[in-house]
Nanobody, 121 residues
Framework: QGQLVESGGGLVQPGGSLRLSCAASGGTLDDYAIGWLRQAPGKEREEVACISSTGGTTTYGDSVKGRFTISRDNKNTVYLQMNSLKPEDTAVYYC???????????????WGQGTQVTVSS
């Protein structure tokens, strides 16, 4: 599996877009489902999106449906495209391995170090 490494966070204005990346350092993501989660200060962890190992199944949290898209390529990277960003999307975003099929588990393992996303004018 390797260690998961997130990148792509930053400061963006409301209504803007960012694309986050999740890669495996020293391993491969090819055979694994991957999820994106986020946590803001003082708030509970929230599942954002999940993609199956083949990419054929994707699931989204209600707060991001229609705005965020999870995808994966054949170069061992999973992406989270975030559009129409809102201040309430501000959080540290993590990628991790779900401990079950996407949409059927809320447990994740091998979290990355996270990347900060701040939506502010």
């Amino acid at each position: 599996q390797g260690q998961l490494v997130e990148s792509g966070g930053g400061l963006v204005q409301p209504g803007g877009s960012l694309r986050l990346s999740c890669a495996a350092s020293g391993g491969t993501l090819d055979d694994y489902a991957i999820g994106w989660l986020r946590q803001a200060p003082g708030k509970e962890r929230e599942e954002v999106a999940c993609i199956s190992s083949t990419g054929g199944t994707t699931t989204y949290g209600d707060s991001v449906k229609g705005r965020f898209t999870i995808s994966r390529d054949n170069k061992n990277t999973v992406y989270l495209q975030m559009n129409s960003l809102k201040p309430e999307d501000t959080a540290v975003y993590y990628c991790a391995f779900p401990l079950g099929p996407c949409g059927y588990t809320s447990e994740y393992d091998h979290w990355g170090q996270g990347t900060q996303v701040t939506v502010s004018s």
